[in-house]
């Protein structure tokens, strides 16, 4: 009998223990359908440790999710093997974590990578990496004291900034190469460093090895294109290092760049557009432009009393001025459309104040294309859009103005305070920029320019990316005038797109290929 009461308590105490000793189980986070590499697993059906672990290692995975929201109190060190793609925001909100090392390759990894974990003192990348996002990095880690890279890193778009808030962190330690940096901080390795290193070289090997799979995955995503930006990189240096895999690199970026815009950037897209051709859309369509006498256009003029704030200077600065005084007394907000009610420069500025917000960058181009108009200066209001404009709806919309002393039409955004010149500091019109970009021209921003008078805007972000983009159809409104569309009680103009040859575009009521007519003087 004692012998059973032994046994039993023993089962219970055993019990007891086991039901304290949970499991925690880290599913797929599901950002990938396909494998990113095929024949390479996305993720095992679960991965399962311990929710009390202190340490845990984690197998070779396709993708990862975010750990952090797996709440493991304990847990003070955690190792990953070869991972193709990490998310931004992996480690976030881990009281205990102290240590992390990243034993494997990583494909990609996005920004912020770690945040607000407060005892992390280490963190150590043994493997090559072939991208991150960026430019965040890392926020909120006050106890970090090293970053450390031993190997290559190809394309490495992370800064260290003090606002990210990390007081014990020197900088990162470069124990291998980093081929392109974008941080005035960080050193590019050179091919003549790289030559005599062979566990580099075998490294970038790796790597090139590693792009080819995804170049030529079935259905690897978003990775496609962000590695073969990364390949643009890499494949170069091998071939210059002799390397064998810079041939094979080579044909897999081939076979990546042939299945469409997949792989393309903004300008390399608007570089591969079709021509322009000759034909008006119809001999009854034109531009029109109304005049500063125009009642709707008085009331604004004298509203805001336009003709002191356009000034008695030449055009090009009475232009200007309208410009940037629509800027600084319009804020922009792209997240709230335009002004309910009447789409005039009265009605949109005293909503403006009555609700303390901003418009988009469709309201206030129609905002500066009417205070031009009050000023008798023809303006168009242009509505520049992407290539892929039926499911990428980042479109932007700028004015032109018409300049007399030019003889021609020149670009004025006024979400950015934004103008566009050649090297020898001639303004130019959209079009001219487009063929400028097309031609490996220069095309230089004014040093200005800038968002809401709060963040300065670049040349590289504004030029070569969201406007090289939006420079693939144009639009138009053929009647320029106060309220040119939505509820008004006067006759309105139609919309005409300037669209390459073979590329028609269904929102507006006509299209054209033919530049010169669309670029006609008022």
């Known amino acids: 009998m004692r012998q059973r009461n032994i046994i039993f308590a023993i089962l219970l105490l055993s019990a007891g223990v086991f039901s304290r000793a949970e499991n925690t189980v880290i599913k797929s986070p599901g950002y990938f359908t396909d494998p990113i590499r095929d024949g390479h697993e996305l993720f095992p059906d679960s991965l399962v440790y311990p929710s009390d672990a202190e340490e845990i290692v984690i197998p070779d995975v396709g993708m990862f999710g975010l750990l952090g929201e797996y709440k493991f109190p304990n847990l003070k060190k955690v190792t990953f093997g070869d991972v193709d793609y990490l ?22 990894f996005d920004c912020t990578l770690i945040m607000n974990c407060p005892k992390l003192k280490s963190i150590v990348f043994k493997g090559p990496v072939s991208s991150t996002g960026g430019p965040g990095f890392l926020y909120n880690l006050p106890s970090l004291e090293s970053v450390v890279f031993e190997s290559v890193v190809v394309d490495l778009g992370i800064e260290l900034a003090a606002h990210q808030t990390f007081p014990k962190l020197a900088g990162l330690t470069n124990n291998g190469a980093f081929l392109k940096v ?32 995804v170049l030529t995955a079935k259905n ?32 897999a970026m081939e076979y990546a760049w042939n299945l469409g815009d997949d792989v393309k950037n903004e300008l390399e897209i608007l570089k591969e557009a079709p021509d ?8 009854d369509l034109k531009f029109r432009y109304a005049d500063a006498t125009d009642s709707l256009l008085t009331l604004s003029r004298e509203r805001f009393n336009l003709d002191s704030i356009a000034g008695d200077g030449d055009d090009i600065s009475r232009i200007k001025n309208l410009l940037y005084w629509v800027h600084n007394n319009f804020p922009h907000n792209g997240n709230n459309g335009l002004a309910p009610g009447p789409r005039n420069m009265r009605n949109t500025y005293d909503s403006m104040r009555r609700d303390s917000c901003g418009y988009n ?26 290539k892929a404009w039926d499911t990428d709806s980042d479109c932007h919309v700028i004015c032109v103005a018409w300049s007399e ?31 400028r970009l097309q031609h490996d021209l220069p095309v230089i921003l004014n040093k200005d320019a800038n968002w809401n008078n709060k963040w300065p805007e670049e040349q590289d972000h ?33 919309h005409v797109a300037l669209a390459p040859k073979g590329i028609t575009y269904p929102n507006s009521h006509f299209n054209t290929t033919d530049e010169q007519w669309f670029w006609q003087r008022p």
């Open 87 to 108: 998310p931004g925001g992996l480690f976030m909100d881990m009281p205990e974590l102290e240590e992390v090392v990243f034993g494997g390759m990583i494909g990609h």
């Open 182 to 213: 974008y941080s005035d901080s960080l050193v590019a390795a050179t091919t003549e460093q790289l030559k005599d290193n062979p566990r580099l070289i075998a490294d970038m090997e790796r790597i090139s090895r590693w792009q080819s799979e």
């Open 220 to 251: 690897p995503g978003f990775m496609r294109k962000s590695e073969y930006s990364s390949a643009k990189i890499l494949q170069p240096i091998l071939a210059e290092l002799g390397s064998r895999e810079a041939e094979s690199l080579k044909k």
């Open 276 to 283: 322009y051709a000759d034909g008006a859309p119809s001999p």
């Open 361 to 386: 960058c469709r309201a206030l181009a129609i905002c500066l294309t009417e205070a031009l108009l009050a000023e008798g200066i023809p303006a168009r209001y242009i509505t520049c859009l992407p």
């Open 405 to 435: 002393s030019l003889g021609k039409w020149i670009w004025v955004d006024p979400t950015f305070a934004a103008y566009v010149t050649d090297d020898k500091g001639l303004l130019l019109h959209p079009g001219e920029v487009r063929y």
């Open 462 to 494: 504004y030029i070569d990316y969201y406007m090289a983009k939006n420079l693939y159809i144009l639009d138009a409104n053929t009647y320029n005038q106060a309220e040119p569309e939505g509820p008004s009680n006067h006759q309105q103009g139609r």
